[in-house]
């Protein structure tokens, strides 16, 4: 397992396990824990100096959530990306964020208008900083804006519910610096037609959004396979 600048995400109101689970959850969400490395108990309860039950526990929890997968006779290893797991994620946030724009439509208010301006411009300035973690944010908060003008509580709850295997598949995009700006131009045409009302244009341009991102990482995983065969021969 490599060294990771890995380093408790303190809360007084929550229990260990939930610190570390936190913890090593960021890690993976951000790369820092990269898919198919092996999380060994005694590595990490040094590294985070706890003792080895909420690093046990937490990697229960991680694994329940899809983002650690047990090996037989290996461990605990964060979960792989395979195009198959991107496109099933990614085909069932293009439906959710699609009927979220359709809604919106319908049922934004001035006032959600005026947040959803803000969270663009949040977003362009966010991604001046070249910062992942902080572009990344920027974009959640996007989307989400645009959720809570759908005003349909079930709906939020299922995005919710995929938000971390989501936010994975976004940094990866997000990473890229040559995707920035097609992000930004995305986020203007999206906002656009919520504003003017027009669903079916709002709803396709979300639909391009998505498979423009799922297109992106398939060809980020693609190459980064190549380069791990060519290193090998």
């Not at 939930?18 to 990269?34: A, F, Q």
């Not at 290996?74 to 797991?85: F, H, L, N, Q, Y």
């Not at 203007?188 to 998505?210: C, L, N, P, W, Y």
């Amino acid at each position: 397992m490599e060294d990771h600048d890995l380093k408790l995400q303190m809360d007084e109101f929550l229990p260990l396990r939930d610190i570390v689970s936190n913890t090593l959850r960021e890690g993976i969400l951000t790369g820092e824990l990269k898919p198919g490395e092996r999380l060994m108990e005694i590595h990490l309860a040094r590294k985070l100096d706890v003792s080895r039950t909420p690093i046990r526990e937490a990697i229960r929890m991680l694994e329940l959530e899809g983002l650690v997968t047990m090996v037989p006779r290996k461990g605990a290893e964060v979960a792989r990306i395979s195009e198959e797991d991107i496109r099933d994620v990614l085909e069932v946030r293009k439906a959710l964020d699609s009927l979220a724009a359709r809604l919106s439509c319908e049922r934004i208010t001035e006032e959600e208008k005026d947040g959803i301006r803000k969270a663009e411009k949040d977003f362009e300035d966010a991604v001046l900083t070249r910062d992942a973690k902080t572009i990344a944010k920027a974009d959640v908060r996007f989307h989400d804006r645009i959720l809570d003008s759908s005003k349909n509580k079930r709906l939020s709850q299922m995005v919710n519910n995929l938000a971390d295997r989501i936010y994975r598949y976004r940094f990866e995009y997000i990473k890229d610096e040559s995707n920035h700006k097609r992000l930004i131009e995305e986020h203007r045409a999206i906002m656009q037609s919520i504003f003017e009302g027009d669903s079916k244009k709002a709803q396709e341009r979300v639909s391009t959004h998505i498979d423009n991102q799922e297109k992106g990482i398939t060809e980020q995983l693609r190459s980064n396979k190549d380069q791990g065969n060519g290193s090998d021969g």
